[in-house]
């Protein structure tokens, strides 16, 4: 089994003034995930340092500012079609209106407890500890 990292992700934990958490709904077209609520983000290229790639996918995605970027300490190594995926996050706090582009469908900014309601069993333990860990950010 190849456990080299094929791809380097970062994911935004984005609350609004409610400490609801933004989840976006990734487009049928996409590659991975389609259709499947997720936190926004995507890859790191490799030039990039982890604050400017969330800065850049952020922006593309949503169309909005990053005015602050907490990194949590969280990775998670997955597998992908037999890839080695790692994701890392980062509580962010943004400005701006939210304008998504082609690679989401919709959002929801969505209560912590009610997350199983969007995503599914095998994301769902990691986007609960990843949440946990950044409201303790966004609230300190």
């Given at each position: 089994?190849?456990?080299?990292?094929?791809?380097?992700?970062?994911?935004?934990?984005?609350?609004?003034?409610?400490?609801?958490?933004?989840?976006?709904?990734?487009s049928m077209s996409k590659k991975i995930a389609p259709?499947l609520w997720r936190l926004p983000g995507g890859e790191?290229e490799e030039s990039e340092t982890l604050e400017d790639?969330?800065?850049?996918?952020?922006?593309?995605?949503?169309?909005?500012?990053?005015?602050?970027?907490?990194?949590?300490?969280?990775?998670?190594?997955?597998?992908?079609?037999?890839?080695?995926?790692?994701?890392?996050?980062?509580?962010?706090?943004?400005?701006?209106?939210?304008?998504?582009?082609?690679?989401?469908?919709?959002?929801?900014?969505?209560?912590?407890?009610?997350?199983?309601?969007?995503?599914?069993?095998?994301?769902?333990?990691?986007?609960?500890?990843?949440?946990?860990?950044?409201?303790?950010?966004?609230?300190?």
């Amino acid at each position: 089994m190849n456990n080299k990292i094929s791809r380097s992700n970062i994911a935004a934990v984005i609350f609004d003034n409610k400490s609801r958490v933004l989840l976006c709904k990734r487009s049928m077209s996409k590659k991975i995930a389609p259709g499947l609520w997720r936190l926004p983000g995507g890859e790191i290229e490799e030039s990039e340092t982890l604050e400017d790639a969330l800065r850049r996918e952020i922006h593309e995605e949503l169309s909005v500012e990053i005015i602050s970027i907490k990194e949590i300490g969280i990775k998670d190594v997955y597998k992908v079609a037999g890839d080695t995926h790692q994701t890392q996050y980062a509580q962010a706090t943004i400005k701006g209106a939210i304008k998504l582009n082609y690679e989401n469908d919709d959002y929801a900014f969505v209560n912590p407890n009610d997350i199983e309601k969007y995503i599914e069993d095998d994301a769902l333990d990691i986007n609960r500890k990843v949440i946990e860990r950044a409201l303790k950010f966004y609230q300190s």
